[in-house]
């Protein structure tokens, strides 16, 4: 079993489509953009924000920054807790923990979200650390989302640490350090994604998940 654990946020520990896609909603109608069918949004889970509204509604950098803005105004009060945890993630972490690993968390959902949504649903207490994206951009990408958390955490050796994540982000993003990537299939991302991006397993549960984990199972 690997000492370090990375694991990503929405579509990997929890379900976000309810609070995310309300408040991609929301900040597209201050631009007179009416979403009816909210499935259409769920390109949004997962990649930084800026990138999402530019490439799905061709916005500006300077729209697509305002449109963040009324994002949060929804997203910070209310959206954030419109969501649940998988089942099984809390059994998962303590497992991880009782076997001695370190769970740490890798997320492009800023920091302060990511802690807040944690101590939320009682699970701040199972992460060696969160590490988060940053409000103004100096840290959104999830390569640079896990370089802090390497940096952070004081990983030397990477063959130590492993990335889960529900989209090609993390795989790829892990990649670039050496990190080995699990797919998790019940999220976001599809099988196909996960494998393309160099998934050296794919979970389609949580309970396969943990066989990857706590037995080094291939899948």
Avoid at 165 to 190: N, P, T
Avoid at 196 to 204: H, L
Wanted: net charge negative; glycine share 8%.
């Amino acid at each position: 079993m690997k000492q370090n654990i990375l694991f990503d946020l929405d579509g990997t520990i929890t379900d976000p489509f309810e609070g995310i896609t309300k408040a991609v909603a929301y900040a597209l109608r201050k631009f007179g953009i009416d979403i009816s069918d909210r499935t259409q949004l769920r390109s949004f889970i997962g990649p930084p924000l800026r990138d999402s509204f530019m490439r799905d509604f061709s916005f500006s950098v300077e729209q697509a920054d305002e449109a963040i803005r009324y994002y949060r105004e929804y997203y910070s009060k209310t959206g954030i807790y419109e969501c649940y945890v998988y089942d099984g993630i809390e059994s998962l972490f303590s497992l991880l923990c009782e076997k001695g690993a370190r769970i740490i968390m890798a997320t492009s959902k800023p920091e302060p979200f990511a802690v807040e949504l944690m101590r939320h649903f009682g699970l701040d207490s199972y992460f060696y650390r969160i590490v988060g994206a940053s409000f103004d951009y100096s840290r959104a990408r999830k390569t640079d989302v896990i370089g802090a958390a390497i940096e952070e955490c004081a990983i030397s050796d990477i063959g130590t640490a492993v990335m889960v994540g529900d989209r090609e982000f993390d795989i790829r993003g892990a990649a670039s350090f050496g990190m080995a990537g699990i797919g998790v299939s019940y999220g976001y991302g599809s099988r196909e994604e996960l494998i393309a991006a160099g998934a050296v397993s794919v979970c389609e549960s949580v309970a396969q998940l943990k066989d990857v984990l706590l037995f080094e199972k291939a899948l």
